[in-house]
């Protein structure tokens, strides 16, 4: 069993693990007991009823949310000529080819999201023992293999998030810090749950969303009442 710090334990005190909270109730809470010394990151996380093992079943995409993140995204991107010239007018990090792909190998990771051309993905998939543990690896359902290079850029920049399911049925998405306004946080979590929703496999039986609770980095859990939105 974890062994949770006093801090942890306090916070967890004033939580009833036998409610779910409406989001409003959740937010204001979920700053309540947030008690780290820096700026936590707020996240949703919902367990699913899917089956990954299944390909029709395997979630994963991309949003842009309301109100962003919070974190300024480090972009890489892998493309060359006017689509590279593109990228560094939008403001990408770094732009490059090769030099990149052996910098990577050498261990290099100083940047949060990878954007690659589709003319470059031969390449760019020499490093997928590298970025793929890490959950870098482009992909073109996350908008990340692409030619609208500024687009892919002007969006990540604007606060895109990810989702996938994991194994376990689970999809864990950031929605922005403590820090934010409590409705901007409310909008920012309440895109992510109608998103979660609108992406339903057909093919999933049963009860579709069985769980969802919010945390702070630190923080401990705090279950949701989505029944309000369509299961």
């Given at each position: ?29 979920l ?40 974190k ?18 939008a403001?990408?990090?770094?732009v ?8 990577i ?110 945390a ?16």
């Open positions: 069993m974890v062994k949770r710090g006093k801090k942890y334990q306090e916070a967890a005190k004033l939580i009833d693990r036998a409610k779910a909270y409406e989001i409003e109730e959740a937010i204001s809470l700053k309540e007991v947030s008690k780290a010394s820096f700026d936590e990151t707020a996240e949703v996380a919902f367990r699913l009823g899917v089956d990954p093992k299944k390909a029709d079943q395997q979630i994963r995409g991309a949003m842009v949310l309301p109100h962003g993140t919070g300024t995204q480090r972009v890489l991107v892998f493309a060359k000529g006017e689509k590279a010239k593109e990228a560094e007018a403001g990408a990090d770094y490059g080819e090769g030099e990149y792909i052996e910098k190998n050498g261990g290099w990771f100083e940047f949060d999201v990878i954007v690659a051309t589709p003319d470059m993905m031969a390449e760019v998939g020499k490093l997928g023992r590298v970025l793929g543990p890490r959950g870098l690896m482009p992909n073109p359902k996350t908008g990340t293999v692409t030619f609208e290079v500024e687009k892919a850029i002007n969006d990540i920049k604007a606060g895109k998030v990810e989702y996938r399911v994991d194994k376990q049925s689970n999809v864990h998405v950031p929605f922005g810090k403590v820090s934010f306004e409590n409705n901007k946080l409310a909008e920012n979590l309440d895109a992510i749950i109608e998103q979660i929703v609108k992406v339903k496999p057909q093919s999933a039986k049963g009860t579709y969303i069985k769980n969802v609770s919010i702070s980095t630190m923080g401990p859990g705090i279950k949701l009442d989505v029944s309000n939105y369509k299961k």
